[in-house]
């Protein structure tokens, strides 16, 4: 695991810290199985102790730490095999809502790969249920609301696609709080327009498109994934910094980009955090989110994330609020929510200046 957390310095930057832990926010990229908190994955682990994945916190760090994207990728799908049952999906799913409430996450939107559980015969129905069915109860217990991005592993093919359109717009098996549809995993040798006719029938069934892009990639994937798949923000867009049309389209068309700092240094995506090309967005305009994608995978969460950012972006509490504010108004939440979430950041604002 990469070590990116921001050092502690002085007393302002511990003041910020607090700020931010106290923030109210909402998190638009981020992976149920890349969620496993090191207390989950041991509890999945004594459940099917036959697997490879370690279960004390010291080994997962070592585990944790990757040579490139195809080794995370290799990891990550160690960790999505030790989740069997619907009651394994239930319990990583409501515990991802528990963490997320730990840090004031009022609303999430959880990207889960249906697919990948449904070929290792977790039965469909029972899939759906068990991540519904946490929801509700995680709304209940802790106020956090979760909906769901269901995203075709784009490396898995075509077979791959095709059902994770057919679950994501089903009527009798689409779940009620989905409201998008992505596409993840390795860009390198997957080109996106392949995956348009499914895009095309999910945007048709009301869905948000939110592919990956731009992530390992060059500029000309997050241009396919505007121009062939329709897409209302973008999963990373790292590369997008390389060419400044594209800045300014997203500038112009206000395309937010679900920027997830510590995940690009942790999968060598970009070297280091000072070369990280967020700085190249916020000038140019583009509408800039903060978002943890697999937290303890890489050794991060969404506070450690917005601290990145407060420090790369050179932000006080306005400034990060301003950020927080960005997320809401990016996500798929009716106007009313988006207005009760945005009112809450102002008012802990305006307590915390006022202190
Ligand atoms: O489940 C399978 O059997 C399977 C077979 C072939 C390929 C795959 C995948 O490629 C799964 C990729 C998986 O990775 C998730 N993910 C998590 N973080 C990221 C990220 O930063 N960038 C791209 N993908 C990411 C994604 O949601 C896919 O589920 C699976
Ligand atoms: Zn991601």
Redesign the pocket.
């Known amino acids: 695991m990469t070590d990116t957390s921001v050092p502690a310095a002085g007393t302002a930057d511990r003041d910020l810290r607090a700020f931010i832990a106290g923030l109210p926010k909402a998190e638009l990229h981020v992976?149920h199985v890349?969620s496993a908190s090191p207390r989950i994955v041991s509890e999945l682990a004594a459940r099917h102790p036959d697997s490879k994945v370690p279960t004390d916190a010291e080994a997962l760090v070592d585990y944790f730490t990757f040579t490139d994207f195809a080794h995370f990728?290799e990891v990550?799908?160690s960790v999505?095999d030790l989740i069997r049952t619907p009651e394994d999906v239930r319990l990583l799913t409501f515990e991802v809502a528990r963490d997320l409430a730990r840090q004031q996450v009022r609303y999430a939107e959880l990207?889960i790969?249906p697919?990948?559980s449904t070929?290792r015969g977790i039965e469909e129905r029972a899939f759906m249920d068990a991540i519904e069915d946490a929801r509700k109860a995680a709304e209940a217990e802790f106020g956090t609301v979760l909906r769901w991005c269901f995203?075709i592993?784009?490396?898995?093919g075509l077979e791959a696609a095709e059902e994770t359109t057919r679950l994501a717009t089903e009527d009798r098996i689409r779940p009620e709080g989905l409201v998008s549809f992505g596409l993840?995993?390795?860009e390198i040798g997957v080109p996106r327009p392949q995956f348009k006719p499914y895009f095309d029938r999910a945007i048709a069934a009301g869905l948000r498109s939110v592919p990956?892009a731009g992530?390992t990639t060059g500029p000309e994937t997050v241009w396919d994934a505007l121009n062939e798949l329709r897409a209302e923000r973008i999963g990373?867009g790292t590369s997008s910094a390389q060419d400044p049309k594209l800045l300014a389209h997203l500038a112009e068309h206000r395309i937010p980009l679900e920027v997830c700092p510590t995940?690009n240094i942790a999968?060598r995506a970009v070297r280091t955090l000072e070369e990280h090309p967020i700085r190249e967005f916020a000038r140019a305009g583009v509408v800039v989110t903060i978002n943890s994608?697999?937290p303890p995978m890489f050794g991060t969460d969404l506070n450690n994330e917005y601290a990145v950012a407060a420090r790369l972006l050179e932000l006080d509490e306005r400034g990060l609020a301003g950020l927080a504010k960005n997320a809401v108004e990016a996500s798929f939440l009716d106007a009313a929510g988006k207005a009760r979430i945005a009112q809450e950041i102002d008012a802990y604002t305006t307590t915390w200046l006022a202190r």
Do not use: K, N, Q
């Open positions: 992976h890349g990728i990550y799908l999505v990207t790969t697919f990948s070929r995203d592993p784009g490396e898995a993840g995993g390795p990956h992530e990373h995940s999968t994608d697999d």
